[in-house]
């Protein structure tokens, strides 16, 4: 069985500036990931300090390189299971184990679903949670986005240079997004925003042809983009006995610390930053994490 003082689970930001400072205390460590994070799915990253203007993909792209100039090793590898037994955690992949003396959480969430009737079926078929990846394929297209957060709001964004029309459906009477953005919107004579509703199913043959609303309105479109945030990959660490909150993030204190002494967590699966979900703050909190890691593997018990 592979050894090692330290495993990162996920390569994010926050996974990979763990792993930066792991480098930097010349922790022996490993980071497992099973993908390169959500972070990698957006368009445009306008407030990372000192990198504008820059994709997500090619942020994290960065990042990644940045860690493995550090010495980083980087296994693609989905998780099965942590186990921690005699003060060592085992975490199980589809292809091994790897025991270590300390774990950093960093795998972040999956997309959030509208759980509507024709979703899963049109899934690939017109229905999407990345416009980074498929906005090219709606090209002079009708598309609908729904949400009306940061992230709806920059997929409507992206949309417009492609599709001829783009419907911004939101269940609010006004976008939670940030100024900057709305007013970009107001710009896109492309872009209608919807308030007030919400899809209730989602209609097509072979592909998407319509959405219908709450309001019994059917809407012709080609495409739906869902974006209405995140559900945290929590349940391995629930399953390991980590503190979970009511709305399934890991709880953290200070230092990125959890209930379970050698278990540390960050990114956008913890309770850390306000819950302030963004990439500078993951960052932020995978540094932590890894120098309270290291505090606790060179303290040496729990």
Do not use: W
């Amino acid at each position: 069985m592979n050894v090692f003082d330290l495993i990162i689970l996920g390569a994010g930001p926050a996974g990979l500036s763990a792993a930066i400072y792991a480098s930097r205390y010349n922790l022996n460590f490993l980071v497992v990931r099973k993908d390169k994070g959500l972070a990698s799915e957006t368009n445009e990253v306008e407030n990372y300090l000192g990198i504008y203007p820059v994709t997500g993909l090619e942020l994290t792209n960065r990042f990644e390189t940045h860690a493995k100039n550090f010495g980083t090793k980087i296994i693609n590898e989905e998780i099965i299971s942590i186990e921690k037994k005699d003060k060592a955690f085992t975490v199980k992949t589809i292809n091994g184990e790897y025991k270590s003396r300390a774990i950093i959480y960093a795998v972040g969430g999956k997309k959030r679903k509208l759980e509507v009737e024709g979703e899963k079926k049109f899934i690939g078929k017109g229905v999407s949670y990345c416009a980074t990846c498929d906005a090219p394929f709606f090209k002079n297209k009708t598309v609908g986005v729904v949400g009306g957060a940061n992230a709806a709001v920059e997929a409507a964004l992206l949309l417009s240079e492609f599709a001829q029309k783009v419907y911004i459906i939101y269940r609010k009477d006004k976008l939670r997004a940030v100024p900057y953005l709305v007013e970009k919107i107001k710009q896109r004579k492309n872009i209608e925003v919807l308030y007030n509703n919400t899809v209730k199913k989602i209609n097509g043959k072979i592909s998407v042809e319509s959405v219908k609303l709450d309001n019994e309105k059917e809407l012709k479109m080609d495409g739906l983009f869902v974006e209405i945030g995140h559900v945290p990959n929590y349940q391995l660490a629930e399953k390991l006995g980590v503190k979970i909150s009511e709305d399934k993030r890991v709880v953290v204190d200070q230092n990125m610390s959890t209930n379970i002494a050698g278990f540390f967590a960050a990114g956008d699966v913890t309770t850390g930053s306000n819950k302030f979900d963004q990439i500078i703050t993951a960052a932020a909190e995978g540094a932590i994490a890894a120098s309270a890691a290291y505090k606790f593997i060179l303290k040496g018990d729990d």
